[in-house]
């Protein structure tokens, strides 16, 4: 894989034309890229105008497709080869949220991380061990891939609003209660959200959830 030392991707906002005072970075899935859930931020900045989204594009290109980029490989599910996937676009993330957080000027209580499936794998890995708590997290379609492990434990524990579809095909819905117990048992506060009949996607009440959540772990 040809590794993209540092990350960019699209960007929005704020809405209402002034400085930002929060940020919301959204983490694509396997095979997108970052302009798939920027076209959230113009719905959701409906109710947080004073929003900042940004959504890097993975430093990775895609090696199930001829198109699109990765965070990590899938080719192999083993926790363990996703995990060391994980741990090596890490740091490049937390690149990308220090550089955007410097230049907004803002605190990581003003950040919150949004991921579809693999992004929400890496949200969560990532935030759970930043040296400070950012805001929140939003996991749509994810999994959990590493908890609190003794080689790599958590060093935060901001609150985390998991949403998954019953009907997901791509990753089983089973995730999304793996993952809740898995978080709470690190200590983390967690919300879910099953939604009924939905495959792997974001529905609106998906979408009105997460706003929900924004608003209230921003302040915005």
Same mark, same amino acid.
């Not at 590794?3 to 959204?26: C, H, I, K, S, Y």
């Not at 996607?201 to 959830?209: M, P």
């Given at each position: 894989?040809?590794?993209?030392?540092?990350?960019?991707?699209?960007?929005?906002?704020?809405?209402?034309?002034?400085?930002?005072?929060?940020?919301?970075?959204?983490?694509?899935?396997?095979?997108?890229?970052?302009?798939?859930?920027?076209?959230?931020?113009?719905?959701?900045?409906?109710?947080?105008?004073?929003?900042?989204?940004?959504?890097?594009?993975?430093?990775?290109?895609?090696?199930?497709?001829?198109?699109?980029?990765?965070?990590?490989?899938?080719?192999?599910?083993?926790?363990?080869?996703?995990?060391?996937?994980?741990?090596?676009?890490?740091?490049?993330?937390? *690149?990308?949220?220090?550089?955007?957080?410097?230049? #907004? /000027?803002? %605190?990581? &209580?003003?950040?919150? @991380?949004?991921?579809?499936?693999?992004?929400?794998?890496?949200?969560?890995?990532?935030?759970?061990?930043?040296?400070?708590?950012?805001?929140?997290?939003?996991?749509?379609?994810?999994?959990?891939?590493?908890?609190?492990?003794?080689?790599?434990?958590?060093?935060?524990?901001?609150?985390?609003?998991?949403?998954?579809?019953?009907?997901?095909?791509?990753?089983?819905?089973?995730?999304?209660?793996?993952?809740?117990?898995?978080?709470?048992?690190?200590?983390? *506060?967690?919300?879910?959200?099953?939604?009924?009949? #939905? /495959?792997? %996607?974001? &529905?609106?009440?998906? @979408?009105?959830?997460?706003?929900?959540?924004?608003?209230?772990?921003?302040?915005?």
């Amino acid at each position: 894989m040809t590794e993209t030392t540092q990350l960019d991707g699209p960007r929005f906002g704020p809405a209402n034309g002034g400085t930002a005072e929060a940020l919301v970075v959204m983490l694509h899935g396997l095979g997108a890229d970052g302009n798939d859930l920027i076209g959230i931020a113009p719905v959701w900045a409906r109710e947080m105008g004073s929003v900042a989204f940004s959504s890097p594009n993975a430093p990775f290109p895609c090696d199930m497709a001829p198109f699109g980029r990765q965070w990590f490989s899938l080719q192999s599910r083993d926790p363990a080869d996703m995990l060391a996937g994980i741990r090596t676009a890490a740091p490049l993330l937390n *690149a990308f949220l220090d550089a955007e957080l410097e230049r #907004l /000027g803002l %605190g990581p &209580d003003k950040l919150a @991380l949004v991921g579809f499936s693999q992004g929400t794998m890496m949200s969560l890995y990532t935030a759970l061990r930043r040296p400070a708590p950012i805001a929140g997290i939003v996991g749509y379609s994810g999994a959990l891939i590493a908890g609190d492990l003794p080689d790599d434990p958590v060093t935060a524990k901001p609150p985390v609003l998991l949403v998954h579809g019953t009907a997901d095909e791509i990753v089983p819905f089973g995730a999304m209660e793996a993952a809740q117990a898995g978080l709470s048992s690190a200590g983390v *506060a967690v919300e879910s959200i099953g939604r009924p009949g #939905l /495959g792997h %996607g974001i &529905d609106e009440v998906g @979408l009105g959830a997460g706003a929900a959540f924004l608003r209230r772990v921003l302040g915005v």
